[in-house]
């Protein structure tokens, strides 16, 4: 079965990062780009891992995962290798209704990363289903090569006129037209 494609708001998710390696530094990395509610339980830390925890003011316990660790949480991320604790901890997330992602193990996998691009307010996520993360990393790269540097500026514009402007066919069809005009002129 497919992913669907969501963009979540993760203003109010507190978030567990089940392991301290390169695996959980990179998913740590990533998150940051959208929440600092994040919680890391490894016995062991990267030093990039400590980097951010010291930076971004992380939650760290500096010792193994155990059972009940993901009560409070409502997004736990596993990136460790021993799959008997995937398994065990994916079970309790089932139970609790928190949403579990576990590196390299679809089985245990509510959701999955996409490989994406952020500039400011735009977002272009790209996913293969985990069939091939590489396609999805390289045809992401392709695709961030297509934005020009002025896109946030375009996009801060629209903002201030979808506020401006009053709701209704009118200005759906004139932003319409204003964004469609502007990807048109990359051509160029």
Known sequence: MAYFPAFLKLDDVEILIVGGGYIATEKVEKLLDF???LTIIAPELSGQMKHYINEHHLSYHDRVYK???INAFGIVIIAVDDIALQAEIYEESRSLRCFCNAVDSVDYCDFIF???VKKENLTVAVST???SP???KHFRRYLEGL???GVSTFLNEMKALRTTMPKGKERMEFLDKKAKSYIESWKD
Do not use: M, V
């Open 67 to 69: 059972r009940g660790d």
């Open 35 to 37: 929440t600092n509610k």
């Open 114 to 116: 996409p490989s994406y």
């Open 129 to 131: 289903s985990g069939t």
């Open 147 to 149: 934005i020009p540097d």
């Open 134 to 136: 590489a396609f999805a």
